[in-house]
């Protein structure tokens, strides 16, 4: 093999490995269900529910100094990388593209199809976060301008969070108290480290449970999921 001809198989297998990476949509933004017309609207400032952001917000605020605080600052990761990290306890098994490959797929694409569940409500109500309402910092400043830009209605971390504790809960249902919970921290990790309102959290569940119902309507991602159930046994068994 030339030289020539070697660098064209090593681009070509590099344009296939970044290939193999990308998340793959099982429906676009307009075929999701779209949280603005089954959502009621973030709470009115003048509102009890608005009260209750309010206690949240301080809620989490004492918690930052606590392991809590820094569970959530670590929470901050919005990536499939994070979703393997804490919810492989739970699960029994390691996540990774290599022990678990077809449940990689599985999370890495149904969770980014599940994120266009936000995008409309987020852009429709461009709700101001709880650390620019107050003009506080955070538990992760370097975050801060970047998410300035972004509504927090509803929240995106907590529905990558629970949609991922959904799809686990169908592949290990034994193991569904330990897979919830630590979905439902995931979400709550926003109001401690500021960047979200407890509605919004809230908001972030009905929608992770909306998308996790429509992924359900597309062929692909059943079939994938017959697969990483088929895996996950077979590896769990072997430990």
């Known amino acids: 093999m030339n030289k020539h001809t070697f660098l064209l198989c090593a681009f070509l297998l590099l344009l296939t490995s970044v290939a193999a990476q990308k998340p793959h949509a099982y429906f676009s933004v307009q075929e999701m269900p779209d949280a603005v017309k089954y959502l009621p609207a973030p709470p009115d400032i003048s509102s009890m529910r608005f009260a209750y952001d ?12 606590t392991p809590r605080g820094q569970q959530a600052k670590d929470d901050a990761d919005y990536s499939i990388y994070r979703m393997a990290a804490i919810f492989s306890p739970a699960l029994g098994v390691t996540i990774s593209p290599n022990t678990t490959p077809q449940l990689w797929k599985l999370l890495k694409d149904a969770t980014y199809t599940a994120a266009f569940g936000c995008d409309i409500a987020k852009a429709h109500y461009f709700r101001p976060r709880p650390y620019m309402f ?106």
């Open 54 to 65: 309010t206690a949240q917000y301080q809620w989490g605020k004492r918690q930052r100094a």
């Open 134 to 239: 107050y003009n506080e910092p955070t538990l992760v400043p370097q975050d801060e301008e970047v998410l300035r830009h972004n509504g927090s209605y509803p929240s995106g971390h907590t529905t990558l969070g629970w949609v991922t504790a959904l799809l686990l809960v169908e592949i290990c249902p034994e193991n569904e108290n330990e897979i919830l919970r630590v979905g439902y921290e995931y979400g709550q990790s926003r109001v401690i480290a500021g960047y979200h309102w407890q509605s919004d959290v809230t908001a972030g569940r009905l929608v992770a449970s909306s998308c996790f119902s429509r992924l359900h309507t597309s062929k692909d991602f059943l079939k994938q999921l017959k697969k990483a159930q088929k895996e996950f046994k077979k590896v769990h068994k072997k430990k």
